[in-house]
């Protein structure tokens, strides 16, 4: 996307901008309107530097609930918390390779070298620095199952560096980037679409392999992320013996909406199973239950089993 917007907005009327009409990128009017509101955020140059100096010294106290979410890991800095108008805004920290952090943690810690898609669609501003190399592809074909080494065809879209104004959306589902670092210290302006069914949605992880015949490009899954807190609570209700739970992950396993959520329900129960016969036999029933996702997964389980025994 290319927004040259002159004006300059401070985050507060950013986010109320955003909070008043709503962020929907599956709307050309709602999408332009949000790319808007952050293109004037970014040519605010000063606010983002004073709002971390005035976090360090006190002065302002971090935004109510940027705790909930820390697990967006430690270069990630909450400016606005999932609220009204289906919207997040953070920023990221993008360290060069010559970093003494990145040296001690890894390209892979400090978000470089893998290749993933989107469970939901995000406005990615350059704000600081000259900016990380991506490579940006999209899904040939539909959106994978997710089991691991699965074959993913991509078509590869471009690559460029995330420069200060440059303006990117990536799709849900759809669009899938790998990043390099930057030659210098680099910050980025997320803006991330948020709805409750994201949360049921699932981001891949991607090796990429370019095929010798055609040129072509293909990822193979290597992870499936995701969240939300029933899986957890499955999991607790089976492991303590809940009464109830072995026949609730057992009918989640076969009918559940989410594919990801019928997978949690069979890893649990095979957890509990007392031992590889009984594993077995869960995973035997799961490969039946008509999920691509957990046929894939329970065949590769059951192969383990078959070579351990």
């Known amino acids: 996307m290319t927004r040259r917007d002159p004006a300059s907005a401070t985050l507060a ?52 609930g940027a705790d909930a979410l820390a697990g967006s890991g430690p270069r990630t800095i909450m400016l606005v918390p999932p609220g009204p108008g289906h919207f997040l805004i953070r920023a990221r920290v993008w360290l060069p390779a010559q970093d003494r952090l990145f040296q001690r943690s890894g390209a892979a810690a400090c978000g470089y070298g893998q290749a993933h898609d989107f469970a939901g669609d995000v406005l990615t501003l350059g704000y600081f620095g000259p900016g990380y190399l991506g490579e940006d592809y999209e899904y040939e074909e539909a959106v994978p199952a997710g089991y691991p080494g699965e074959r993913v065809a991509l078509r590869f879209v471009g690559r460029g560096l995330l420069e200060q104004g440059r303006l990117l959306h990536y799709r849900s589902q759809r ?16 803006l991330e679409h948020t709805h409750p069914e994201q949360s049921w949605r699932s ?16 990822g193979h899954v290597t992870g499936l992320n995701g969240h939300g807190p029933s899986e957890c609570l499955l999991r607790i209700a089976l492991g303590l013996g809940a009464e109830g739970a072995e026949a609730l992950a057992a009918h989640f396993g076969r009918h559940h909406g989410s594919e990801r959520m019928r997978l949690v329900a069979w890893q649990a129960l095979a957890a509990q199973a007392g031992d590889d016969a009984a594993r077995d036999t869960v995973w035997r029933a799961a490969e039946q239950c008509g999920s691509r996702l957990v046929a894939g997964v329970a065949g590769r389980r059951r192969a383990a089993l078959d070579e351990a025994s």
Do not use: K, Y
Request: aromatic residues 6%; contains cysteine; negative net charge.
């Open 13 to 64: 009327e950013c986010a109320e901008a955003l909070a008043t009409w709503g962020f929907d990128p599956h709307e050309e009017e709602s999408l332009a309107h949000a790319a808007s509101w952050l293109q004037r955020l970014g040519n605010d140059r000063q606010f983002l530097g004073d709002m971390l100096i005035d976090m360090l010294d006190g002065l302002t106290p971090a935004p109510e």
């Open 175 to 190: 669009d899938v980037q790998l990043r390099h670092p930057p030659e210098a210290l680099s910050l980025s302006i997320d």
């Open 203 to 218: 981001r891949h992880d991607f090796a990429l392999v370019r095929e010798r015949q055609g040129g072509g490009v293909c």
